[in-house]
């Protein structure tokens, strides 16, 4: 049931229009079906791409600022291995940064 005050807003009309219409047709209701988990399975799609490139982001951002502490600790002084300890990056990922 739905409440009367919702009865005269088109998208409400509009569902109930298209509710009925697919309800009396079988063939209708299956195209109906269909489409709906085509949405569902668009959404889920986007929703994996959309996670997927927060989590690249993430780790890029991680290593990014552990390359900027390494590079602080070497123009500290601060032995390799402290700083491998410190930013979580290997030997020879700090000894490139001394390059730069």
């Known amino acids: 049931k739905i409440p009367a005050e ?5 998208e409400v009309e509009e569902a109930m229009n298209e509710l009925q219409y697919v309800s009396q047709n079988p063939e209708m ?3 109906y079906e269909e489409r709906l988990r085509w949405q569902n399975n668009e959404r889920n799609l986007r929703a994996h791409h959309y996670n997927k490139g ?6 890029e951002g991680e290593l990014r600022k552990a390359k900027e502490t390494a590079l ?3 123009s500290m ?3 390799l291995e402290q700083i491998s300890k410190l930013t979580g990056l290997s030997s020879s990922e700090i000894e490139s940064l001394k390059s730069r």
């Open 6 to 10: 919702f009865l005269d807003v088109p």
């Open 54 to 59: 927060v989590a690249e982001g993430r780790a």
């Open 77 to 79: 002084n601060l032995p």
């Open 29 to 31: 209701r299956k195209i």
């Open 72 to 74: 602080n600790a070497l």
